[in-house]
């Protein structure tokens, strides 16, 4: 499953290695392209795409249905609140011995790499609200949410 797959890319790489995959995101936009991308490779029959919100998941995901789960670039986008609604319900709907794959923006440890990634981010902000039309903030202990927020 790639959980907010935005323009597909994540989910095209995974069905090219013959992975058949679940993709959901809530960008109508973003599942658009996603699709159009899809169908030019011919890949409509490994890949399903879905237009889902994270709070959502409970109602539209069944238990234990993964192997694995994929979240790039999710996290950042989402409120504390939900980021905890949406650890939970990844473990919920992976398989006993599945795996939970994040990719996304934390906050450096030291002052200075903190510094540097906030000067570099501004620019980078500006451009991912353009783009996608949502702000994004670093994820802040990251590891420590994982191991708490599971159920």
Not at 21 to 27: H, W
Not at 85 to 94: D, G, K, N, W, Y
Request: aromatic residues 8%; proline residues 2%; charged residues 25%.
């Amino acid at each position: 499953m790639t959980f907010g797959t935005g323009t597909g890319t994540l989910a095209i790489f995974c069905a090219q290695k013959g992975c058949r995959v679940f993709a959901f995101d809530k960008s109508r936009k973003m599942l658009a392209i996603a699709s159009k991308k899809i169908n030019e490779l011919d890949l409509n029959d490994l890949i399903h795409l879905a237009e889902l919100s994270v709070t959502e998941m409970d109602t539209h995901l069944e238990d234990n249905a993964f192997d694995v789960i994929v979240a790039a670039l999710v996290f950042s986008e989402l409120l504390e609140a939900e980021q905890k609604f949406a650890f939970s319900q990844c473990f919920r709907v992976l398989k006993l011995g599945g795996r939970l794959i994040i990719e996304d923006e934390v906050v450096p440890s030291s002052l200075w790499k903190r510094m540097v990634h906030f000067l570099i981010r501004i620019p980078l902000s500006i451009i991912t609200y353009i783009i996608a039309q949502s702000l994004t903030r670093p994820v802040k202990d990251l590891e420590r949410k994982l191991i708490s927020f599971r159920i």
